[in-house]
């Protein structure tokens, strides 16, 4: 059973990207863990504009704006690894307001045991196949199920809204991964 599987195993929403890497998958999975997107200006962006309603809203209440860190993939938490074939994360909340919604989760277990009303959970997950001794195919999946009808009515517009960013930004990531899995491999292409 895969991860994604094991911790969401209904789905609303789903989407995957695939993509081949010349690295083994203990490379890959290596890279998956450690990938940031802190030097990606598309990813900046796409966050920066996701917060721009938040900021906004608090402009026009006359608030001082709350210092609130930028989403990122440290908002995820880590809920399983299998060796070096599959990692999953997951979120928890109401997504689609604007502070992001989220509720607290620090394990497997807890995101398991979520049942908060109108809210949903989404889980994250790589995966690798071994393609042949040099090549390995990696995988994002996303799935999202929403607790309840309300949740449901409330994600879906916000869902459509996001795709094609979502799309994009999960290409990225895989191609960020390939990258630095690859130099891993071959130091001499990072000259």
């Not at 929403?13 to 598309?42: G, M």
């Not at 608090?58 to 399983?80: G, Y």
């Not at 009808?149 to 960013?165: G, N």
Request: glycine share 4%; hydrophobic share 40%.
């Amino acid at each position: 059973m895969s991860l994604s599987d094991k911790y969401l195993p209904n789905s609303h929403f789903h989407e995957r990207h695939a993509l081949d890497i010349a690295a083994t998958q203990a490379e890959v999975i290596a890279a998956a863990l450690c990938y940031k997107p802190d030097s990606d200006l598309i990813f900046k962006c796409a966050i920066a504009a996701r917060g721009l309603p938040m900021r906004l809203f608090d402009l026009l209440k006359r608030r001082k704006a709350v210092s609130q860190a930028p989403f990122s993939l440290d908002n995820f938490t880590m809920l399983e690894q299998n060796a070096d074939q599959e990692l999953a994360f997951g979120l928890a909340g109401k997504f689609w307001m604007l502070n992001y919604g989220q509720s607290a989760v620090k394990d497997g277990a807890e995101f398991l045991a979520f049942k908060e009303s109108g809210a949903a959970k989404l889980v994250l997950s790589f995966k690798t196949e071994q393609l042949n001794d040099s090549h390995t195919q990696l995988s994002t999946e996303t799935r999202v199920f929403c607790l309840d009808k309300e949740a449901r009515r409330k994600f879906t517009p916000y869902r459509y809204l996001i795709r094609p960013v979502s799309g994009l930004l999960r290409r990225r990531i895989l191609a960020s991964i390939r990258q630095d899995a690859t130099d891993t491999t071959h130091p001499s292409t990072t000259a």
